[in-house]
């Protein structure tokens, strides 16, 4: 018994962490993944945890300059832990009006305009294990008045930005009144 | 005085056809063209300069303020001092999100020595801090028994949908 134990710990030291995932499951076959003539540092090269595809980092605030500067520490302490920011951009304020009435009367009060500007990381291909510590680093960090969010890309996120095309509309608009585009026929080639 | 009503003329479907597919066409040719000009980023208020701003900016152009010697050196010795403040500061940051990765993986080396079940349901994504919401601090906290007036918040960002005027 104590034998078993005392082997266990040697091997537990003398282990290095992580051959691949993939080979530890596949623990007695003789033959190697992705075919014999493969090289073996592609393999190594994969990621041994599972890794969220696109993340959106999203900070929004009434104080702008405060909201650059946040995600300037974002983009730094996501480079230092050595996830990949792909890209940052800013998407145009929502601009609030705001009323207040006087009591018991709809007589208006004050009236305040007030934007709320909003920018964006993007971080891809984030390892599982990294993401608690990421959440962790940004709430400790986040500065007066900014609400953070962290969700997954969506192609609706990509469309918000740009100006959209009213004619564009128009057209794809028609075509589908009219029944979709056409089928085209295979060209045969001569 | 009404004519006799004219016989309408039967018109061959395969022609009828022929002519659906050439007004598709044309359509589909025009969707190309626009779609090859690449489309336009809205324009972000906060970077904008205010046109009021631009057409005045020859008046509002200064000299620079001459600076003696002698402050200017303490300048550049307080930026000294200050960007040293700041290094230490992000080194302390930097050390650490290193420490915590660090005993993360000691922790998961562990962990899978001592069961492989339980180290696959660690490394597996969370669906509960995703999304995750994090709000920041507020300036002061919130008056107890605050009467809020009554008010209403309207949206009024400009909605690129609807053109700005409206053809009669």
Known sequence: MQSSVLRRTLLGILKKPGPTLCCSR????????????????????KSKVPLYDTLNIQMKGYDYPLLESYQKFVHTIASNMDIDVEECWATPPQNFKINTFKPNSTVLDKEFKLSLYERNVQIVDMPTTLYPILLSALSASVPEGVTVTVHEHDPEHEEVRYIPDLELKDLKDQLTLMGGPRVEKKKRKK | MAEPLKKKKRIDPAVLRAREERKKKKIEKQIRRLEKNSRQLKPIDELEIPPAVFDTLKQRAREPTVISHEEMEERALLLKEWS?????????????????????????????????????????????????????????????NYDSPDGDYT???????????VKQ
């Open chain 2, 84 to 144: 040293l403040y700041k290094m230490k500061e992000r080194m302390n940051d930097v050390q650490l999100l290193d420490k915590m990765i660090i005993s993360q993986q000691k922790a998961m080396d562990e962990l899978r020595l001592e069961s492989e079940e339980l180290y696959q349901e660690a490394l597996a994504m969370d669906l509960n801090v995703m999304p995750f919401t994090i709000k920041g601090p507020v300036h002061t906290p919130p008056i107890v």
């Open chain 1, 26 to 45: 596949r623990n007695n076959t003789n033959y190697t993944i992705g075919g014999l003539w493969e090289p073996e540092y592609l393999e190594a090269m």
């Open chain 2, 155 to 165: 949206n009024i960002t400009k909605d690129w949908f609807q053109p700005l005027f």
